[in-house]
């Protein structure tokens, strides 16, 4: 059974920095990609950045500002999020296991989520 955990939401004001973590667990084989994803109401789910094999790659609105990371000894995906605005404010989940033909910044191309973290920034 496999299992995506966030953590590290909160509120803050706009400029702040939150770090979120995504715990991975029930993995036989670690996932070769990994991904934050946001979604805020009303919205749809929109991707914001992918991890694999080192390589990041990141939505324009975040670039810049937000960093993916990976601890692969401790199974745990990060996101450092810097310089925050209210346009920020979303539930952020994780999520792991491509699959071919998708894009990884698309919804349809993760097997596995997270429950969510919400991240709230006040102007």
């Known amino acids: 059974q496999v299992q995506l955990v966030e953590s590290g939401g909160g509120s803050v004001q706009a400029g702040g920095s939150l770090r979120l973590s995504c715990a991975a667990s029930g993995y036989t084989v670690s996932p070769t990609y990994m991904a934050w994803f946001r979604q805020a109401p009303g919205k749809e789910r929109e991707g914001v950045a992918v991890i694999s094999r080192g390589s990041t790659y990141y939505a324009a609105s975040v670039k810049g500002r937000f960093t993916i990371s990976q601890d692969n000894a401790k199974n745990t995906l990060y996101l450092q999020m810097n310089s925050l605005n209210p346009e920020d404010t979303a539930m952020y989940y994780c999520?792991?296991?491509?699959?071919?033909?998708?894009?990884?910044?698309?919804?349809?191309?993760?097997?596995?989520w997270g429950q969510g973290t919400q991240v709230s920034v006040s102007s």
């Open positions: 999520a792991a296991d491509a699959r071919v033909g998708f894009p990884l910044f698309d919804v349809p191309a993760y097997k596995t």
